[in-house]
């Protein structure tokens, strides 16, 4: 008996995860949830993000070819809530940037990731793309040489920050001027797909 193509099936299971997890990371942002309920949406971007290291395993960074535009986005996204993984998510760095070359990954998804892993590891982010949620709403992680901030972005084809920041604000329901924030952020990285930040 011949067995069916897998990446039909690897494709559907992600996109299916990558929902589940949106939409409870929605409302974790949007509402303030029970402790429990947290828990439980951090422990869905454990879950995928291994979900996902055992397909890297097995089969390498997926392609377009096997999985399709949509659940190359959703492995991103993915890789991108890694955080518990820490390991991975830097193996999935170096995967990407040759995804990049081959154009099998976008430039933006890469410094994303970039950005991402800096934070988690303490380190000031490049591309300005990680947020940190605090009483005032989103504000971005600290950024290395502020001040090129922006040319760094249009090198990588993202949007002025204070453009992004805006978008971000608004998508989530925040005012999109936020008052300066004097007060200690946690320390809890929080990145959006679909709000290039």
């Given amino acids: 008996m011949i067995q069916p193509p897998a990446g039909p099936h690897i494709a559907r299971d992600l996109l299916h995860r990558v ?6 990371r929605n409302r974790l942002l949007r509402v303030h949830l029970p402790a429990a309920e947290a828990r439980q949406a951090r422990h869905q971007d454990y879950a995928n993000a291994n979900v996902l290291r055992r397909i890297v395993s097995q089969l390498g960074w997926p392609t377009r070819e096997l999985l399709g535009e949509e659940a190359l986005t959703a492995v991103w996204e993915i890789v991108l809530r890694a955080d518990a993984l820490a390991d991975f998510q830097r ?3 170096r995967l990407l940037d040759g995804a990049v070359v081959r154009g099998e990954a976008t430039i933006q998804q890469w410094a994303h990731l970039h950005d991402r892993c800096a934070v988690n590891a303490g380190n000031l982010q490049r ?3 990680q947020y940190l949620l605090g009483p005032d709403g989103p504000e971005p992680a600290p950024v290395e040489d502020p001040e090129q901030l922006d040319v760094r972005r249009a090198a990588v084809g993202l949007p002025p920050h204070v453009q992004a920041r805006a978008a971000l604000r608004r998508r989530l329901g925040w005012p999109t001027a936020a008052p300066d924030p004097g007060h200690g952020l946690p320390d809890v990285p929080m990145e959006l797909a679909g709000v290039a930040a």
């Fill in 127 to 129: 591309y300005g793309t």
């Fill in 91 to 93: 193996l999935a760095l």
């Fill in 19 to 24: 929902e589940i997890a949106r939409r409870d």
